[in-house]
């Protein structure tokens, strides 16, 4: 499946955004420090995950959270207050 996901750092609470095929992989990639991006802000913990059929939904829904930038509507989004 497809996936469109948000993490948030244990460390400092920043929020990550991010989509892929694999979700438990690229977990595991977020947690072992693999991902240069994320590497600084380790431990992450899932707070928002959605599947889609196919990765270019996945990849819009993607570049629409990222465009609320504010941490604000990261927040109201994974409440539920934003739809994609």
Same mark, same amino acid.
């Given at each position: 499946?497809? *996936?469109?996901? !948000? ?6 609470? &920043?929020? *990550?955004?991010? =989509? $892929?095929?694999? #979700?438990?992989? &690229?977990? =595991? /990639?977020?947690? /072992?420090?693999?991902? %240069?991006?994320?590497?600084? *802000?380790?431990?992450?913990? %899932? ?5 889609? /059929?196919?990765? =270019?939904?996945? +990849? +819009?829904? /993607? #570049? +629409?959270?990222?465009? *609320? +930038?504010? &941490?604000?509507?990261? !927040?109201?989004? !994974?409440?539920?207050? %934003? $739809?994609?």
């Amino acid at each position: 499946m497809n *996936y469109v996901y !948000i993490l948030q750092s244990e460390k400092n609470g &920043r929020f *990550y955004v991010g =989509s $892929t095929t694999d #979700l438990n992989k &690229r977990m =595991s /990639e977020h947690q /072992e420090g693999s991902v %240069l991006s994320t590497k600084a *802000y380790k431990p992450w913990k %899932l707070v928002f995950r959605k599947e889609f /059929e196919n990765y =270019s939904d996945a +990849k +819009k829904a /993607e #570049l +629409k959270i990222k465009r *609320y +930038k504010r &941490r604000d509507y990261i !927040i109201k989004f !994974i409440d539920g207050g %934003l $739809t994609l």
